[in-house]
């Protein structure tokens, strides 16, 4: 049996010496050839929570204890993330299927703006939105309180977006929670 087994080694061994070898003693110099790498795989981008979007029909200071707690339906009213404004809205018109949200820094000030990323059919969606919607308010709503509540000058076809508002790093920051994980 041990004599089988050294057999069977020095088998492999030959083997493994003659397909390194050979090529040396026959000149050939080129890069053994090697397995193709994997394809890289489509990757679909990433989803975050859909986010509603709803033109305000009106907008005045909330005061103390007057706003709702966020509703699971669509809500006609609807407190900012700070409370201190209360909206009224107008019935849904559009979800937007986001891909992502980060915080960035105003290359002008030391503001920060926040941009959100759409899929494409939700961009033409809110390009048309946007220009049926020219100089009226709208809000950006997210488990039923108001994210944003943007003036729309100019109708928006672009696969992105952002919201300015003289944001803090720290409310940038809270704004792309809520954008991308709710309350």
Same mark, same amino acid.
């Given at each position: 049996? /041990?004599?089988?087994?050294?057999?069977?080694?020095?088998?492999?061994?030959?083997?493994t #010496?003659a397909?390194? #070898? *050979?090529?040396?003693l026959?000149?050939?110099t080129? =890069? !053994?050839?090697r397995?193709?790498?994997?394809l @890289?795989?489509?990757? =679909?981008?990433?989803?975050i929570?859909?986010?509603?979007v709803? =033109?305000v %029909?009106? +907008?005045r =200071?909330a005061?103390?204890?007057?706003?709702?707690p966020?509703?699971p339906?669509?809500?006609d009213l609807a407190?900012?993330? !700070?409370?201190?404004?209360?909206?009224?809205?107008? @019935?849904?018109?559009?979800?937007l299927?986001l891909? /992502?949200?980060q915080? +960035?820094k105003s290359p002008t000030?030391?503001?920060?703006l926040?941009?959100?990323a759409?899929?494409?059919g939700?961009?033409? *969606?809110?390009?048309?939105?946007?220009?049926e919607?020219?100089n009226?308010?709208?809000?950006f709503l997210?488990?039923g309180i +108001?994210v944003?509540?943007?003036m729309i000058? !100019?109708p #928006?076809?672009? @696969?992105?977006l952002q #919201?300015s508002?003289?944001f803090?790093?720290?409310? *940038?920051? %809270?704004?792309v929670?809520?954008?991308?994980?709710?309350?």
């Amino acid at each position: 049996m /041990a004599v089988l087994a050294a057999v069977g080694i020095v088998a492999m061994l030959a083997t493994t #010496l003659a397909g390194v #070898l *050979a090529p040396l003693l026959s000149g050939d110099t080129r =890069p !053994a050839a090697r397995p193709p790498a994997a394809l @890289p795989r489509s990757v =679909p981008p990433p989803t975050i929570a859909s986010m509603s979007v709803r =033109p305000v %029909a009106e +907008v005045r =200071p909330a005061m103390p204890g007057e706003c709702p707690p966020p509703a699971p339906l669509p809500p006609d009213l609807a407190c900012d993330m !700070a409370n201190a404004q209360l909206y009224r809205l107008l @019935p849904p018109t559009e979800t937007l299927q986001l891909t /992502a949200a980060q915080s +960035v820094k105003s290359p002008t000030d030391d503001t920060h703006l926040v941009q959100i990323a759409m899929e494409p059919g939700s961009s033409v *969606a809110f390009g048309r939105f946007t220009a049926e919607n020219l100089n009226r308010q709208i809000a950006f709503l997210r488990d039923g309180i +108001v994210v944003s509540a943007p003036m729309i000058t !100019a109708p #928006l076809n672009t @696969p992105s977006l952002q #919201l300015s508002g003289d944001f803090t790093g720290e409310e *940038a920051d %809270a704004i792309v929670a809520m954008v991308r994980n709710g309350r």
